[in-house]
Nanobody, 122 residues
Framework: QVQLVESGGGLVQAGGSLRLSCAAS????????MGWYRQAPGKQRELVAQ???????NYADSVKGRFTISTDNAEKMVFLQMDRLKPEDTAVYYC????????????????WGQGTQVTVSS
């Protein structure tokens, strides 16, 4: 019912920047939250940053002060500006959204994008 498509990953040197984008499409009544998670090889998927419909944000301690999450609500997009990247930021980054597809939906359903690779070289 809802598709999330990420873009913007790639290879960058330590200290560099990347900007990830994610566009939501499909049957959407409201988007409660949008966010970014990441999963490095051999590790569990972890929250990077999340933004609620009211604008409140939540960041992992490891990215505070370096990453910024933002949205374009009209376009149903979420962005992750990643500055001062470190090799330990290397992971597959996944877009996530909590979506109510209908006015009658009792609660939001969780959706995931396909992931985009971010590689930071030292």
């Amino acid at each position: 019912q809802v598709q999330l498509v990420e873009s913007g990953g790639g290879l960058v040197q330590a200290g560099g920047s990347l900007r990830l984008s994610c566009a939501a499409s499909g049957i959407i009544y409201t988007i409660n939250t949008m966010g970014w998670y990441r999963q490095a090889p051999g590790k569990q998927r972890e929250l990077v940053a999340q933004i609620a419909s009211g604008g409140s944000t939540n960041y992992a301690d490891s990215v505070k002060g370096r990453f910024t999450i933002s949205t374009d609500n009209a376009e149903k997009m979420v962005f992750l500006q990643m500055d001062r990247l470190k090799p330990e930021d290397t992971a597959v980054y996944y877009c996530n959204a909590g979506v109510r597809s209908f006015i009658t939906s009792a609660s939001a359903k969780n959706y995931w994008g396909q992931g985009t690779q971010v590689t930071v070289s030292s």
